[in-house]
């Protein structure tokens, strides 16, 4: 079934995420156009993550009783129209609520896909199923910010705004028509256990320790590296947009890799291995001083996330079939967002109280901590492989 399925959930996430990567690197610069301090852009890239986090476990745990596709088409087809929302945006307030409304409809759909494709993975190839979901993911997101750097450049912002909305418009319509409910009756009448239960788990307090302080570094990078590289160093929105997309990219690349590695070494191992070359990564961006060094370390960000994104994911399928693949992917996905949104926050207040250069040692220090909570969490699994 999975070959037959994946293909068209793929190219619906890749149409939804080109969408979404729009905006990343016109967001900050969007955002202060309208006059919003360092705190303004914090809270308006934090209001999406809060909401989507807030979102997630409730529907996580009805698509295990519900099925998928229902809450992927809703949360396709919000997104879509909620778009056209930035350019009715005048002021940072509304663009937040804009984001808020977004951070929704974003809850039904990249934590519910993965959920899909955890349903349907064989066993001993989850990291290889897992990988491809993520390559379709990250090429998706990242793709997107040289499409809205080059449109922005080119025709203005709106018409970026207007290709976002069209792209998820797709993204719904191949929902609806081409993709059948993955869940099947007898699955969702098992019996789940609560949430409390849930975070028993060793592996899943350790995923989630990693899955945060990842997200938090990724939160600084996304929501400053544009106005460090724009106004620090004078690089153009298509430049922007060639960072972001090389960092996002090239991760894409190793996705499928890293999978299937995932499937045949210690997986552990993999996620502690990408975590210190992602500690490097963060450090290393406030030293640079040009296009070419910038590039260079988002691509070396990118290894880190190659390697140690599917191999958690692959460990966090394994988890879900004994929990539930809707709400155990809802909550690996809500403390995603709980560090995309606290990343920008507290990265706001940095910038505002000490300086942008700073934002990016914070990630780092908070991805040394994550690692080590994870590694302690895990410890039990210290010798086992896959």
């Given at each position: 079934?999975?070959?037959?399925?994946?293909?068209?959930?793929?190219?619906?996430?890749?149409?939804?995420?080109?969408?979404?990567?729009?905006?990343?690197?016109?967001?900050?610069?969007?955002?202060?156009?309208?006059?919003?301090?360092?705190?303004?852009?914090?809270?308006?890239?934090?209001?999406?993550?809060?909401?989507?986090?807030?979102?997630?476990?409730?529907?996580?745990?009805?698509?295990?009783?519900?099925?998928?596709?229902?809450?992927?088409?809703?949360?396709?087809?919000?997104?879509?129209?909620?778009?056209?929302?930035?350019?009715?945006?005048?002021?940072?307030?509304?663009?937040?609520?804009?984001?808020?409304?977004?951070?929704?409809?974003?809850?039904?759909?990249?934590?519910?896909?993965?959920?899909?494709?955890?349903?349907?993975?064989?066993?001993?190839?989850?990291?290889?199923?897992?990988?491809?979901?993520?390559?379709?993911?990250?090429?998706?997101?990242?793709?997107?910010?040289?499409?809205?750097?080059?449109?922005?450049?080119?025709?203005?912002?709106?018409?970026?705004?207007?290709?976002?909305?069209?792209?998820?418009?797709?993204?719904?319509?191949?929902?609806?028509?081409?993709?059948?409910?993955?869940?099947?009756?007898?699955?969702?009448?098992?019996?789940?256990?609560?949430?409390?239960?849930?975070?028993?788990?060793?592996?899943?307090?350790?995923?989630?320790?990693?899955?945060?302080?990842?997200?938090?570094?990724?939160?600084?990078?996304?929501?400053?590296?544009?106005?460090?590289?724009?106004?620090?160093?004078?690089?153009?929105?298509?430049?922007?947009?060639?960072?972001?997309?090389?960092?996002?990219?090239?991760?894409?690349?190793?996705?499928?890799?890293?999978?299937?590695?995932?499937?045949?070494?210690?997986?552990?191992?993999?996620?502690?291995?990408?975590?210190?070359?992602?500690?490097?990564?963060?450090?290393?961006?406030?030293?640079?001083?040009?296009?070419?060094?910038?590039?260079?370390?988002?691509?070396?960000?990118?290894?880190?996330g190659g390697i140690s994104v599917p191999a958690a994911s692959a460990l966090l399928v394994e988890e879900g079939r004994n929990f539930g693949m809707g709400s155990t992917m809802a909550i690996f996905g809500m403390a995603f967002s709980i560090g995309m949104a606290i990343g920008p926050l507290l990265g706001g207040v940095i910038v505002d109280t000490i300086n942008i250069r700073s934002v990016f040692y914070f990630g780092a220090g908070i991805s040394i901590l994550?690692?080590?909570?994870?590694?302690?969490?895990?410890?039990?699994?210290?010798?086992?492989?896959?």
């Amino acid at each position: 079934m999975i070959k037959k399925v994946f293909p068209v959930l793929a190219l619906s996430i890749f149409s939804s995420m080109l969408g979404v990567g729009i905006v990343a690197p016109l967001l900050p610069l969007y955002a202060e156009k309208m006059g919003a301090t360092g705190i303004w852009i914090g809270t308006i890239f934090a209001a999406f993550s809060i909401s989507r986090a807030i979102v997630m476990p409730i529907v996580g745990k009805l698509s295990d009783r519900s099925g998928r596709k229902v809450f992927l088409a809703v949360g396709l087809f919000t997104y879509a129209i909620i778009s056209l929302g930035y350019i009715w945006a005048g002021n940072p307030f509304q663009l937040t609520l804009v984001r808020l409304i977004q951070g929704v409809a974003a809850g039904m759909v990249i934590p519910i896909a993965q959920a899909y494709v955890g349903d349907i993975s064989p066993e001993a190839e989850e990291g290889k199923w897992q990988g491809y979901f993520n390559a379709a993911f990250f090429s998706g997101f990242g793709f997107g910010p040289l499409m809205g750097g080059a449109l922005t450049d080119h025709f203005g912002m709106k018409v970026a705004f207007f290709t976002m909305s069209g792209l998820n418009l797709l993204g719904f319509l191949m929902v609806i028509f081409f993709l059948p409910d993955a869940v099947p009756k007898e699955i969702r009448d098992q019996s789940r256990p609560s949430f409390r239960k849930i975070l028993r788990s060793n592996i899943i307090k350790g995923l989630l320790c990693f899955r945060l302080a990842f997200a938090v570094g990724r939160g600084a990078f996304a929501g400053f590296l544009p106005i460090f590289a724009g106004i620090y160093i004078g690089l153009t929105p298509t430049r922007i947009g060639i960072l972001i997309a090389a960092n996002i990219l090239v991760m894409s690349l190793f996705q499928p890799f890293g999978g299937r590695i995932s499937d045949v070494a210690n997986r552990r191992f993999l996620v502690i291995a990408g975590s210190i070359i992602n500690i490097a990564f963060l450090s290393l961006i406030s030293s640079g001083t040009n296009f070419w060094q910038l590039f260079g370390v988002c691509a070396l960000g990118s290894l880190g996330g190659g390697i140690s994104v599917p191999a958690a994911s692959a460990l966090l399928v394994e988890e879900g079939r004994n929990f539930g693949m809707g709400s155990t992917m809802a909550i690996f996905g809500m403390a995603f967002s709980i560090g995309m949104a606290i990343g920008p926050l507290l990265g706001g207040v940095i910038v505002d109280t000490i300086n942008i250069r700073s934002v990016f040692y914070f990630g780092a220090g908070i991805s040394i901590l994550g690692m080590s909570l994870f590694i302690w969490h895990t410890r039990e699994q210290e010798n086992s492989s896959v």
